[in-house]
């Protein structure tokens, strides 16, 4: 009996061994499988997204077109550089991506007057002009909606600091611009935007996004890994 046993018990061992590595091996494999249609999604749990992007209009130099009329300077003009964006966004959940956003952006505001000892129109004119430095750091938030193998949509939320520097300069001898420049505001910083992702393949693609931040519309390249 026990030699009729023995070896049906060696048989079950075997079969129960290899049911068990059958097992694993599928399990494995629909591992495998649910990691690549994961990664063929626009944006997936676990994903990162490197993005540089320029912005339009500045801002900072709309609002300060804005408020040059109203300290009765006639002869004026401004200029501008950027907004330009640099992010980096990881996927925290199947819905919730987290990230650092840095900003930069500055705006030049120059006005033109007479000389106060000029008489007449043989007054010499000279010039004055502010240029405003921007750089933010922001912490960011998207919620993502849906998922889609070429496109991501995202609600962008995000807070930080803003640095501000100043600096004058003048051909007037009348005035003191010795002052290389000075911070004169550092304060809360905010974004908020509805944006898209497109990816042209797995891993390279553009953005577009639209709200409020250094600009009203921003666009720019991005890499997933």
């Known amino acids: 009996m026990k030699k009729f046993l023995l070896p049906l018990v060696v048989v079950a061992f075997l079969a129960n061994l290899s049911l068990s590595s059958c097992g694993q091996t599928t399990d494995s494999l629909t591992l495998k499988l649910d990691q690549v249609k994961l990664d063929n999604l626009a944006y997936y749990k676990g994903s990162s997204v490197v993005s540089v992007g320029v912005g339009v209009p500045n801002m900072m130099q709309v609002i300060g077109s804005l408020i040059l009329p109203l300290t009765l300077a006639k002869d004026y003009e401004t200029s501008g550089k950027g907004p330009f964006y640099l992010r980096y966004d990881y996927g925290l959940g199947r819905k919730i991506s987290i990230g650092v956003s840095v900003a930069r952006v500055s705006a030049t505001f120059t006005r033109y007057y007479d000389s106060a000892l000029g008489f007449g129109s043989s007054s010499p004119k000279y010039y004055q ?92 390249i991005l890499g997933k890994f």
Not at 138 to 149: D, K, P, Q, S, V
Not at 171 to 189: C, F, I, Q
Not at 204 to 216: D, N, P
């Open 129 to 220: 002009s502010l240029t405003v430095r921007n750089l933010a750091v922001l912490a960011r938030t998207n919620i993502h909606f849906g998922h889609y193998r070429m496109v991501d949509p995202y609600l962008g939320v995000a807070a930080g600091w803003n640095f501000y520097d100043v600096k004058e300069k003048s051909d007037d001898p009348d005035r003191n611009t010795d002052d290389p420049g000075l911070t004169v505001y550092d304060g809360l910083a905010i974004e908020l935007v509805f944006g898209t992702r497109f990816f042209f393949n797995k891993h390279f693609g553009a953005y577009t996004e639209l709200g409020w931040g250094k600009s009203l519309l921003q666009a720019g």
